[in-house]
């Protein structure tokens, strides 16, 4: 077969099945003679709300070399029959995209995503008390509605972010009855300032004044939905007694994978026994371990990545995950999560594991999409996994990947978890936007980034969790320094946080 009809030939086989293909992953399979049996092979190892095949999802069926060899003992902790006390408590997932994706990519389909995303964050906007009115009454020549130097109000979804000639910030927003200029004068210092932290596609309020002529609005305040002013207490009941452990970006199979103190980790978890941080832990006060995504480090994900691998298989390298994960005692419920490295769907948001990965691991362990909501004995917690943060850094002044909850308070003051659209995060439009954060939690927990912190704001506990990779070649490269080997502790009657260092 010629190549370029052996390429039409497999993207038809994947579009017929209901999927597209991304073009590293054509590539990969027209450099070797693809059989209609492979072909089938790979579209039965697809998690159905997979909606782009990527060369993660290729890469399983090409791989023959796989280091370590089969048979590999993994290094196992013993157990301590006094830590094997079977899990009590209440873990529900409120709010997770598994099983529920509509999205099959229609262009109707991004209109009706962006409209839930408009009205959702307008609500909460709305809420606020300000007399919002369409962009659409503005239009003083149809109505006459705006007379003299009256303030008006607003509410935009941003479609356009410049720069003046003259330096003055020109945002112009739409809603559903039409767009507007508006500009933030340069003199106007505070409001300059804030100017510059809005970003493309995400939904805020603008009063200002309307030009002479109606088409342009010099804006005097911007409202973002941001979070209620509460305290934690306030976000709901959460008086349950134990801790929580966060963790992300375990990287498993990367030859920078920090196994000695994952080891660390894993038997203190089941030992206990002392600790860098604030105070001591009773590991058996530990009631959950959450994992913010990336468990693996996966293949396919940037070029030249199997250079940097132990494990090239990715099957492999979570059979090796789960052999960790099934040595962490039982009275502690394993709740994970996917990331940008997973072999899951890459569009946001990610659901879980296929059930040929899951079933590696024990039964007790809970396995939810990216983002999820879930209940810890009342404990709201909003897991994600983080990959908005880099667009967040590239886009808004005094943003440091030094300090993750910086760009996290900014999610949590535009109640979105990815505000720009078709940057580094893709998005798959589901007739609902999953990245809205509705109710606020008590914690968000993301990862991604190889950092760690931790704080508050307006009553919401902030955790980035870090790594357990030490730097690797590109972070070299970027000048990034990861923070591995932590874990964040929870105390879930205080919320207050704990980071413990496992180095
Ligand atoms: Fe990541």
């Known amino acids: 077969m010629e190549n370029t009809d052996h390429a039409s030939f497999i993207v038809e086989q994947f579009a017929e099945a209901g999927y597209q293909i991304d073009p590293d992953a054509l590539t990969l399979l027209t450099e070797q003679d693809t059989s209609p049996s492979l072909i089938s092979q790979i579209l039965d190892s697809l998690d159905e709300s997979t909606l782009v095949v990527g060369p993660a999802q290729i890469d399983p069926a090409f791989n023959t070399r796989t280091t370590p060899q089969p048979g590999t003992e993994y290094p196992r902790v013993p157990r301590d029959p006094d830590y094997e006390d079977e899990w009590t408590g209440e873990l529900d ?18 209109v009706d995503f962006f409209r839930n995303r408009f009205s959702r964050l307008g609500d909460m906007l709305r809420n606020r008390g300000v007399g919002f ?11 006459g509605l705006v007379e003299g130097r009256e303030e008006v109000s607003v509410i935009g979804m941003v479609s356009d972010l410049r720069t003046s000639k003259n330096g003055h910030r020109m945002i112009e927003i739409e809603d559903t009855t039409g767009s507007l200029r508006t500009m933030v004068l340069k003199n106007k210092h505070d409001i300059f300032e804030q100017g510059q932290k809005v970003m493309l596609d995400e939904v805020i309020g603008v009063s200002g004044n309307l030009s002479d002529d109606g088409n342009l609005l010099f804006i005097n305040s911007i409202m973002w939905p941001d979070m209620p002013l509460r305290t934690s207490s306030e976000l709901g009941e959460h008086n349950v007694s134990g801790k929580a452990v966060m963790i992300s970006d375990v990287h498993i199979g990367s030859d920078t994978f920090l ?7 894993i038997d203190w978890l089941n030992h206990g026994g002392s600790v860098s941080g604030n105070g001591s832990v009773d590991v058996k006060d530990i009631r959950y371990l959450v994992v913010a995504g990336d468990l693996v480090d996966g293949i396919g994900i940037y070029p030249n990545q199997e250079e940097e691998l132990a494990i090239i298989d990715v099957y492999e390298q979570y059979k090796v995950a789960a052999d960790y994960f099934n040595q962490i005692p039982r009275h502690i419920k394993v709740i994970i999560s996917p990331g940008n490295h997973d072999a899951v769907r890459q569009a946001e948001p990610q659901p879980t594991f296929p059930e040929k990965i899951r079933k590696m691991f024990r039964q007790d362990v809970v396995f939810v999409g990216n983002p999820a909501v879930i209940s810890m004995d009342g404990v709201r917690t909003l897991v994600y996994h983080g990959r908005s943060i880099d667009d967040i850094v590239a886009n808004l002044p005094g ?7 910086r760009p996290m308070i900014e999610m949590l003051k535009r109640r979105h978890l990815s505000p720009m659209y078709g940057s580094r995060v893709s998005i798959a439009p589901e007739r609902e936007d999953h990245l809205v954060i509705d109710k606020p939690p008590h914690i968000l927990h993301c990862g991604h980034v190889h950092t760690v912190g931790c704080t508050t704001y307006r009553g919401v506990t902030v955790i980035n969790s870090g790594t357990w990779q030490s730097q690797t070649e590109f972070q070299r490269r970027m000048n990034l320094k990861p923070d591995p080997a932590k874990a964040t ?15």
């Open 133 to 143: 009115r369409p962009i659409e009454s503005l239009n003083r020549r149809k109505i």
């Open 399 to 405: 943003m440091k990947y030094e300090d993750p909850t």
């Open 93 to 110: 997932v409120i709010s997770d995209i598994t099983d529920q994706s509509t999205c099959v990519g229609e262009y109707r389909e991004f």
């Open 259 to 265: 196994e000695d103190q994952w080891l660390g980790f």
């Open 489 to 503: 502790i929870v105390d879930l009657a205080t919320l207050n946080t704990n980071i413990i260092s496992f180095q």
